[in-house]
């Protein structure tokens, strides 16, 4: 699954450290999602979302 976290955390100036802290997940699993190494569950996705103040949808991509 493609998806702009990179793009959105780069926007907010967080490092990968910053984001994983804010979502309660480590710093190398919001690196292998950025590298689409791995998929996000619904929560982690949902948390993701509103983190960064959006839908699902504007963050991940099918395909």
Known sequence: ??????????????????LAAAVGVTRQTINAIERERYDPSLELAFTLA????????????PG
């Not at 699954?1 to 910053?18: C, F, K, V």
Request: proline share 0%.
């Open 50 to 61: 509103d983190h960064f103040d959006c839908r699902i949808e504007d963050l991940f991509h």
């Open 1 to 18: 699954m493609r998806n702009d976290l990179r793009e959105r955390r780069g926007e907010t100036g967080e490092s990968q450290a910053d």
